[in-house]
Protein backbone atom coordinates (compact mmCIF):
# COMPACT_ATOMS: atom_id res chain seq x y z
CA UNK A 1 0.00 0.00 0.00
CA UNK A 2 1.56 3.15 -0.92
CA UNK A 3 2.11 6.02 1.85
CA UNK A 4 0.35 8.86 1.16
CA UNK A 5 0.32 12.12 2.38
CA UNK A 6 -2.69 14.98 2.08
CA UNK A 7 -2.11 18.75 3.10
CA UNK A 8 -4.35 21.38 4.39
CA UNK A 9 -4.86 24.68 5.11
CA UNK A 10 -6.01 24.65 9.40
CA UNK A 11 -7.55 28.06 9.38
CA UNK A 12 -8.48 28.35 5.60
CA UNK A 13 -9.77 32.18 5.98
CA UNK A 14 -5.97 33.42 6.94
CA UNK A 15 -4.39 32.05 3.86
CA UNK A 16 -3.76 30.52 0.06
CA UNK A 17 -3.09 26.43 0.05
CA UNK A 18 0.78 26.89 -1.82
CA UNK A 19 2.19 23.51 -2.33
CA UNK A 20 3.91 22.27 -5.09
CA UNK A 21 2.94 18.28 -5.43
CA UNK A 22 5.10 15.89 -7.48
CA UNK A 23 3.57 12.98 -6.34
CA UNK A 24 1.51 11.42 -3.52
CA UNK A 25 4.24 11.22 -1.56
CA UNK A 26 6.33 14.08 -2.45
CA UNK A 27 5.10 17.76 -1.26
CA UNK A 28 6.60 21.26 -1.04
CA UNK A 29 5.06 23.68 1.23
CA UNK A 30 5.66 27.06 0.67
CA UNK A 31 4.50 30.07 2.76
CA UNK A 32 0.87 30.26 2.50
CA UNK A 33 0.06 33.82 3.94
CA UNK A 34 0.46 37.84 1.78
CA UNK A 35 4.22 38.86 3.29
CA UNK A 36 2.32 42.42 4.32
CA UNK A 37 0.37 40.85 7.37
CA UNK A 38 2.37 39.09 10.35
CA UNK A 39 -0.66 36.92 10.72
CA UNK A 40 -0.82 33.44 9.01
CA UNK A 41 -1.90 29.28 9.34
CA UNK A 42 -0.08 26.40 9.50
CA UNK A 43 -0.22 23.30 7.49
CA UNK A 44 -2.47 20.33 8.58
CA UNK A 45 -0.11 17.33 7.25
CA UNK A 46 -2.12 14.04 7.58
CA UNK A 47 0.72 10.88 7.19
CA UNK A 48 -0.97 6.95 6.93
CA UNK A 49 1.39 4.69 8.07
CA UNK A 50 5.09 4.77 6.31
CA UNK A 51 7.99 6.21 6.69
CA UNK A 52 9.08 9.78 5.70
CA UNK A 53 11.44 12.40 5.00
CA UNK A 54 10.69 15.77 6.81
CA UNK A 55 13.01 18.75 5.62
CA UNK A 56 12.33 22.44 6.70
CA UNK A 57 13.80 25.82 6.12
CA UNK A 58 13.95 28.80 8.52
CA UNK A 59 12.73 32.06 6.90
CA UNK A 60 15.88 34.58 6.12
CA UNK A 61 16.04 37.82 7.48
CA UNK A 62 14.97 40.90 5.50
CA UNK A 63 17.73 43.17 4.00
CA UNK A 64 17.99 46.59 2.77
CA UNK A 65 19.32 48.31 -1.03
CA UNK A 66 16.49 45.26 -2.27
CA UNK A 67 19.53 43.22 -2.29
CA UNK A 68 18.25 39.20 -0.97
CA UNK A 69 21.97 38.34 -0.15
CA UNK A 70 21.82 40.59 2.72
CA UNK A 71 19.32 39.01 4.48
CA UNK A 72 21.14 36.09 6.71
CA UNK A 73 19.98 32.67 5.45
CA UNK A 74 17.56 30.10 7.63
CA UNK A 75 19.05 26.98 9.21
CA UNK A 76 18.01 23.47 7.59
CA UNK A 77 16.76 20.78 9.18
CA UNK A 78 15.81 17.34 7.99
CA UNK A 79 15.02 13.40 9.24
CA UNK A 80 13.35 10.77 9.04
CA UNK A 81 9.97 9.50 10.50
CA UNK A 82 8.44 6.25 11.04
CA UNK A 83 4.42 6.45 11.51
CA UNK A 84 3.20 3.29 12.48
CA UNK A 85 -0.90 4.96 12.67
CA UNK A 86 -2.56 7.42 11.06
CA UNK A 87 -1.21 10.98 12.13
CA UNK A 88 -1.58 14.84 12.17
CA UNK A 89 0.94 17.56 12.14
CA UNK A 90 1.44 20.82 11.88
CA UNK A 91 3.87 22.26 9.91
CA UNK A 92 4.14 26.20 10.39
CA UNK A 93 6.72 27.82 8.32
CA UNK A 94 8.53 31.21 9.00
CA UNK A 95 7.72 34.04 7.47
CA UNK A 96 10.82 36.48 5.95
CA UNK A 97 11.80 39.69 7.14
CA UNK A 98 11.77 43.08 5.54
CA UNK A 99 13.35 46.32 5.58
CA UNK A 100 11.60 48.22 8.57
CA UNK A 101 10.15 45.35 9.00
CA UNK A 102 7.78 44.36 11.98
CA UNK A 103 7.53 40.97 14.23
CA UNK A 104 7.38 38.20 11.79
CA UNK A 105 4.96 35.17 11.76
CA UNK A 106 6.53 32.62 13.94
CA UNK A 107 9.30 34.35 16.06
CA UNK A 108 11.27 36.74 14.41
CA UNK A 109 12.04 40.31 15.76
CA UNK A 110 11.15 43.75 14.24
CA UNK A 111 13.47 45.42 12.11
CA UNK A 112 14.70 49.43 11.95
CA UNK A 113 14.48 51.83 9.06
CA UNK A 114 17.75 50.44 7.51
CA UNK A 115 17.93 47.24 9.07
CA UNK A 116 15.98 43.94 8.02
CA UNK A 117 13.43 42.47 10.45
CA UNK A 118 14.46 38.62 11.90
CA UNK A 119 13.08 36.02 9.83
CA UNK A 120 10.88 33.35 11.81
CA UNK A 121 11.75 29.84 12.43
CA UNK A 122 9.83 26.83 10.63
CA UNK A 123 8.64 24.35 12.63
CA UNK A 124 6.83 21.09 13.36
CA UNK A 125 4.24 20.94 16.24
CA UNK A 126 1.74 18.23 17.74
CA UNK A 127 -0.57 21.01 18.57
CA UNK A 128 -2.30 23.63 16.61
CA UNK A 129 -3.05 27.33 18.10
CA UNK A 130 -1.73 30.77 17.36
CA UNK A 131 1.90 30.43 16.37
CA UNK A 132 2.97 31.87 19.92
CA UNK A 133 0.44 30.12 22.09
CA UNK A 134 2.78 28.16 24.39
CA UNK A 135 1.31 24.83 24.45
CA UNK A 136 1.91 24.86 20.76
CA UNK A 137 5.49 25.84 21.03
CA UNK A 138 6.15 23.29 23.35
CA UNK A 139 5.11 20.42 21.22
CA UNK A 140 7.59 21.12 18.67
CA UNK A 141 9.34 17.74 17.64
CA UNK A 142 11.36 19.73 14.39
CA UNK A 143 12.42 23.47 14.32
CA UNK A 144 14.56 25.38 11.90
CA UNK A 145 15.94 28.53 13.17
CA UNK A 146 15.63 31.64 10.57
CA UNK A 147 18.30 34.04 9.52
CA UNK A 148 18.66 37.80 10.49
CA UNK A 149 18.17 40.84 8.92
CA UNK A 150 21.14 42.83 7.35
CA UNK A 151 21.71 46.54 7.43
CA UNK A 152 22.93 49.40 6.39
CA UNK A 153 25.42 51.38 8.55
CA UNK A 154 28.08 53.33 6.43
CA UNK A 155 27.96 50.10 4.55
CA UNK A 156 25.68 47.18 3.95
CA UNK A 157 26.35 44.38 6.27
CA UNK A 158 24.77 40.81 6.28
CA UNK A 159 22.67 39.65 8.51
CA UNK A 160 23.89 35.80 10.74
CA UNK A 161 22.40 33.30 9.62
CA UNK A 162 20.26 30.82 11.57
CA UNK A 163 22.03 28.59 13.96
CA UNK A 164 22.09 24.52 14.39
CA UNK A 165 22.26 23.50 18.21
CA UNK A 166 23.53 27.11 18.83
CA UNK A 167 22.30 30.28 17.23
CA UNK A 168 25.21 32.72 15.71
CA UNK A 169 26.10 35.68 17.28
CA UNK A 170 25.13 39.13 16.35
CA UNK A 171 27.98 41.63 15.16
CA UNK A 172 29.18 44.99 15.05
CA UNK A 173 29.96 47.39 12.58
CA UNK A 174 32.07 50.73 13.84
CA UNK A 175 32.52 54.46 13.12
CA UNK A 176 36.38 53.81 12.92
CA UNK A 177 36.95 57.78 13.11
CA UNK A 178 34.60 57.44 16.17
CA UNK A 179 36.36 57.20 20.31
CA UNK A 180 33.16 54.92 21.80
CA UNK A 181 32.37 56.41 25.37
CA UNK A 182 30.99 53.30 26.77
CA UNK A 183 30.82 49.49 26.53
CA UNK A 184 29.33 47.97 23.91
CA UNK A 185 28.64 44.14 22.70
CA UNK A 186 27.02 41.96 20.74
CA UNK A 187 24.25 39.87 20.82
CA UNK A 188 25.32 36.39 21.58
CA UNK A 189 22.91 33.79 19.82
CA UNK A 190 20.77 31.50 21.68
CA UNK A 191 21.90 28.15 22.26
CA UNK A 192 20.14 24.74 23.10
CA UNK A 193 19.24 25.80 26.80
CA UNK A 194 18.24 29.18 26.36
CA UNK A 195 17.43 32.09 24.10
CA UNK A 196 19.84 34.98 22.75
CA UNK A 197 21.30 37.40 24.96
CA UNK A 198 20.68 40.82 23.87
CA UNK A 199 23.30 43.56 22.61
CA UNK A 200 24.48 46.11 25.38
CA UNK A 201 24.74 49.56 24.39
CA UNK A 202 25.71 52.52 26.53
CA UNK A 203 21.89 53.45 27.54
CA UNK A 204 19.90 50.99 26.49
CA UNK A 205 20.34 46.82 25.67
CA UNK A 206 19.01 44.76 22.86
CA UNK A 207 16.17 42.69 24.45
CA UNK A 208 16.61 38.69 24.98
CA UNK A 209 14.92 35.76 22.91
CA UNK A 210 13.36 33.31 24.50
CA UNK A 211 11.73 29.90 24.12
CA UNK A 212 10.38 30.05 20.52
CA UNK A 213 10.60 33.88 20.03
CA UNK A 214 13.49 36.00 19.38
CA UNK A 215 14.15 39.79 21.47
CA UNK A 216 13.89 43.26 19.69
CA UNK A 217 16.55 45.44 19.30
CA UNK A 218 16.83 48.80 20.69
CA UNK A 219 15.23 51.57 18.83
CA UNK A 220 17.22 53.30 16.02
CA UNK A 221 16.96 53.59 12.62
CA UNK A 222 19.88 50.78 12.22
CA UNK A 223 19.56 48.17 14.68
CA UNK A 224 18.11 44.66 14.35
CA UNK A 225 15.97 42.18 16.52
CA UNK A 226 16.68 38.49 16.13
CA UNK A 227 15.32 35.62 14.15
CA UNK A 228 12.82 33.03 15.47
CA UNK A 229 14.02 29.61 16.74
CA UNK A 230 13.63 26.49 19.14
CA UNK A 231 15.13 29.64 21.51
CA UNK A 232 14.92 32.95 19.53
CA UNK A 233 17.59 35.07 19.03
CA UNK A 234 18.31 38.56 20.30
CA UNK A 235 18.06 41.91 19.43
CA UNK A 236 21.21 44.65 19.28
CA UNK A 237 22.16 47.73 20.50
CA UNK A 238 23.72 50.57 19.43
CA UNK A 239 26.31 53.50 20.74
CA UNK A 240 27.81 56.37 19.51
CA UNK A 241 30.56 54.67 17.73
CA UNK A 242 28.60 51.32 16.99
CA UNK A 243 25.41 49.45 15.31
CA UNK A 244 24.72 46.06 16.57
CA UNK A 245 22.94 43.13 14.30
CA UNK A 246 20.70 40.74 16.08
CA UNK A 247 21.55 36.99 16.72
CA UNK A 248 20.15 33.71 15.42
CA UNK A 249 18.19 31.42 17.21
CA UNK A 250 18.90 28.03 17.39
CA UNK A 251 17.21 24.87 15.61
CA UNK A 252 15.80 21.22 16.90
CA UNK A 253 15.36 17.95 16.01
CA UNK A 254 13.96 15.25 18.41
CA UNK A 255 16.50 12.76 18.16
CA UNK A 256 19.16 14.45 17.29
CA UNK A 257 22.02 14.04 19.42
CA UNK A 258 22.91 17.36 21.31
CA UNK A 259 19.45 18.98 21.47
CA UNK A 260 17.76 19.35 24.68
CA UNK A 261 14.70 18.49 24.38
CA UNK A 262 11.61 20.54 26.79
CA UNK A 263 9.58 18.67 29.62
CA UNK A 264 5.92 18.49 29.35
CA UNK A 265 5.91 20.27 32.92
CA UNK A 266 7.18 23.54 31.46
CA UNK A 267 4.45 26.27 31.64
CA UNK A 268 5.59 29.08 30.07
CA UNK A 269 8.29 31.03 28.29
CA UNK A 270 9.52 31.90 31.63
CA UNK A 271 9.19 28.59 33.23
CA UNK A 272 10.91 26.10 31.17
CA UNK A 273 12.31 22.89 32.44
CA UNK A 274 14.69 21.14 30.27
CA UNK A 275 15.42 16.96 29.96
CA UNK A 276 18.78 17.09 28.88
CA UNK A 277 17.48 14.50 26.22
CA UNK A 278 17.13 14.82 23.23
CA UNK A 279 13.82 13.11 22.48
CA UNK A 280 10.63 15.07 22.92
CA UNK A 281 8.71 14.12 26.22
CA UNK A 282 5.86 12.51 23.21
CA UNK A 283 8.13 10.33 22.35
CA UNK A 284 7.95 10.57 18.54
CA UNK A 285 11.56 10.96 17.09
CA UNK A 286 13.41 11.13 13.98
CA UNK A 287 16.37 9.36 13.03
CA UNK A 288 19.01 10.04 10.13
CA UNK A 289 19.07 14.01 10.95
CA UNK A 290 20.19 16.63 9.52
CA UNK A 291 21.07 20.33 10.95
CA UNK A 292 22.43 22.76 9.09
CA UNK A 293 23.00 26.74 9.87
Known sequence: MPERISVSLYEKNRGQRNVEENSDNYKILRYPCSSSIQTCTP??????????????FGASGGFPNNDPKLGGHGSYTKGNLVVDHD??????LGQQGKLNGPRTF?????????????????????????WDNFESLKSRIMVAAGGVGGHLHAYFY????????????????????????????????????RGGIGGIGESASGKDGKFGTAGDPVPSDYTSGGSGGYFGGAGSSISRCHVGIGSSGSSFISGHKGCNAILNTSTSQDNIHLSNQNIHYSGIKFSSTIIKS
Request: hydrophobic share 25%; aromatic share 6%.
Open 43 to 56: YVVSLSRGTYQLEL
Open 87 to 92: MKLYVY
Open 106 to 130: NGGGRGSANAGSGGGSSDIRLIADQ
Open 158 to 193: TGTHGGNLTGVDGILTSDPSCNPIGPLKQAYGATRN
